[in-house]
């Protein structure tokens, strides 16, 4: 047979005069379904904006060109494909929002040891070490032509100021005092410097001349209050500054021309700091803390309108104008910093969170760039790679499991038990030998707990505290009492931290850095005022006099976090835990207890009431007692005569 021939396909025709009016009906539906939304109130389907971006701040990367030749392709499935779904109408606050401005900053960060100078531009350049000497050098300034850098060090043993050439590297001194001379802002000429200098136990304003060293400096406040962190306007003809004269932290104004100084926040429930002009001199930023949460805001202040009040940019503890739409800020953690930026007015991220490498301790920004290659200076401080501070050496103990770690006795240290984990103790005796050297005296000599065994219990609410690891230590609480030491109250979300102030034993500025935040005073709670018995204590009235150091910034170089407080710290003294640091290594509680014990004496037992040998009978209660018949009165009769 032969075979059948197949059946011919035929393809189907297409009516294109059809398909037009299919198209044409689509598009009007859909111009009356956005007429339907508008008229409702609620958008379209979104479209994308591209944000113009200036040719001087484009992005080194290209980014792919669009094209309109449009192909045609086959459907591989005739099944409906179910449309990607989306949240609408939603705004996120990108970098992406606005460009990121030209230009270089310099911050002054601690780095092993030591805070130092680093360059950085998030376009341009990484993070790089711009010195690396033993000494201290913070509070950079760029100049109006960004040409130099002002800043303050202590390579001579004091704090005094220098100029950094960015050409060159070239490094010149401009003040040669034994006071605390720190935080320069330029005049707009670049021919003047305003600074803070401690004289006569107080921080007070001077302008010093940047050209001519030898020139005496002018004296600008002189007031029994704490007077610090000036902001030369690029007008010229005014310096605004911090200052405690209304008790707390306040943002006042210099006027160079009439000679007086007025107040700008009255009445601001908290802390300002770290004041800083926009480049118009137009508008004023600087940092608020408020008094009742902690939270650290960027207030923006008009100064074309003196009496409106400033407005929020955004959370910040440290504010630098980039240029007139964006302000630089550091945010803080409690145990770290990340540097960001936001746009004004809007608000949006215009510099993603950057984590830096230690604390901050200065910061500027300017149109500068660094010369290339770097000059021999630049290319040596980064080339230096830092040595560590400390190195962790476990020795095993005869009779100690592999997998446990041992206790190790500290040597001169008075504690109930003084005993550290064997993982920490050297980073403990190189952090003591610090503490000693930059303070003068030997703080970690006398602990009031280092490790503490689990049968000694601790004060109620510290049942899993750290130092039942062998990986924290408290100091003596009555250092406070002596004043010794001093606590600064600092908020993160809902928790509460403190960081530690130890008054060094040198008050001649060789150690020790005069205090700008104003410590927590505990005794207030029990002095009658009702609203410092609810806080758990009130600011002090003013700042602490002479030299400090920061115990807390300096511990955690050495890997010694602070702990936060308990939620009941107001009312309980001893759930503050000011005084408590612990060496984690990353760890959690648990974790850092199986070191030292085994997984059974973790475990709670449950408590067995054994039966009674004789039983008790159960109560009933009261019961009423029953009544007994009381016998009636008879009338008793008399005779009659």
């Known amino acids: 047979m032969e075979p059948k021939p197949a059946p011919s ?17 689509l598009t009007v539906c859909c111009l009356i379904l956005t007429a339907l939304l508008a008229s409702c109130g609620l958008p ?15 992005s080194p990367i290209p980014s792919p060109t669009a094209t309109t030749t449009a192909t045609l392709t086959p459907s591989p499935t005739l099944s409906p494909t179910p449309a ?4 609408p109408y939603i705004v996120t606050a990108t970098s992406a929002s606005t460009p990121i401005p030209r230009g270089l900053f310099i911050l002054s960060l601690i780095d092993n040891g030591y805070t130092h100078l680093f360059a950085y531009s998030p376009l341009t350049l990484t993070l790089t070490r711009l010195t690396a000497d033993s000494w201290d050098d913070i509070t950079p300034a760029l100049s ?24 060159t590297g070239m490094v010149t001194r401009l003040t040669d005092t034994l006071a605390y001379d720190a935080s320069p802002s330029w005049s707009p000429d670049g021919r003047w410097l305003a600074y803070e200098s401690y004289v006569d136990d107080n921080l007070e304003i001077f302008i010093h001349s940047a050209t001519d060293p030898d020139q005496p400096p002018n004296r600008l406040t002189e007031d029994s209050a704490a007077d610090f962190s000036p902001a030369w306007s690029p007008q010229g003809r005014q310096i605004a500054f911090i200052s405690d004269r209304g008790g707390t932290g306040e943002v006042w104004l210099a006027d160079l021309d009439q000679a007086n100084i007025t107040r700008i ?4 429930q908290g802390n300002a700091s770290h004041p800083a002009w926009s480049p118009d001199g137009k508008e004023l930023a600087w940092a608020l803390t408020d008094a009742s949460n902690g939270l650290s805001t960027i207030q923006v202040w008009n100064a074309s309108a003196p009496g409106s009040p400033p407005r929020a940019i955004g959370v910040g503890d440290w504010s630098i104008w980039q240029d007139a739409t964006h302000i630089a800020t550091r945010i803080s953690t409690a145990n770290q910093s990340y540097l960001t930026a936001y746009a004004i007015p809007s608000g949006n991220l215009s510099l993603p969170p950057f984590l830096l490498v230690g604390a901050l301790r200065g910061l500027s920004h300017g149109l500068a760039f660094l010369p290339e290659p770097l000059p021999l200076p ?40 003084p005993q550290l984990q064997d993982a920490v103790d050297e980073s403990f005796l190189a952090l003591r030998r610090s503490v000693a050297a930059v303070s003068g005296w030997d703080l970690l000599a006398s602990l009031e707990n280092a490790y503490v065994p689990l049968t000694t219990p601790l004060d109620p609410g510290l049942g899993e505290d750290w130092l039942y690891t062998g990986r924290a230590l408290s100091l003596d609480p009555a250092l406070a009492e002596t004043g010794l030491i001093r606590m600064v109250r600092e908020d993160f979300g809902e928790q509460t931290y403190w960081r530690i102030y130890i008054r060094t034993r040198a008050q001649d500025g060789s150690q020790g850095e005069p205090m700008h935040q104003m410590p927590w005073d505990f005794s207030t709670r029990y002095s009658g005022n009702p609203t410092a018995f609810e806080q758990g204590g009130s600011l002090m009235s003013n700042l602490p006099d002479g030299y400090w150091l920061d115990f807390t910034a300096l511990a955690r170089q050495y890997g010694w976090e602070r702990l936060p407080a308990l939620s009941n710290w107001r009312t309980y003294f001893t759930g503050t835990r000011f005084n408590e640091f612990a060496l984690t290594g990353g760890l959690t509680w648990r974790e850092a207890m199986l070191d030292l ?7 709670t037992p449950t408590v067995v009431i054994p039966p009674t040998r004789t039983p008790t009978r159960t109560p009933w209660g009261y019961k009423t007692p029953t009544p007994t018949r009381t016998p009636t009165p008879h009338p008793t009769f008399t005779s009659s005569p």
Do not use: K
């Open 597 to 603: 014990y085994p997984p059974e004496m973790l475990m």
């Open 378 to 417: 630049y290319q040596a401080a980064a080339a230096v790679t830092p040595t560590a501070l400390y190195q962790s050496v476990v020795s095993p103990q005869p009779g100690i499991p592999t997998r446990r770690a041992s206790l190790v006795s500290l040597e001169g240290v008075q504690a109930p038990y």
């Open 9 to 25: 396909r035929s393809i189907p025709t297409v009516h294109f005069p059809l398909l037009i009016a299919h198209c044409l009906r």
């Open 265 to 268: 926040n009255a009445g601001a």
């Open 84 to 87: 990607p779904t989306q949240t």
């Open 144 to 167: 109006p032509d960004a040409s130099q850098v002002a800043f303050t060090s202590r390579r001579n043993g004091y704090w005094d100021l220098y100029l950094l050439e960015l050409e």
């Open 44 to 58: 379209a389907t979104p479209t994308p904006t591209l944000a113009h971006t200036p040719s001087s701040t484009r």
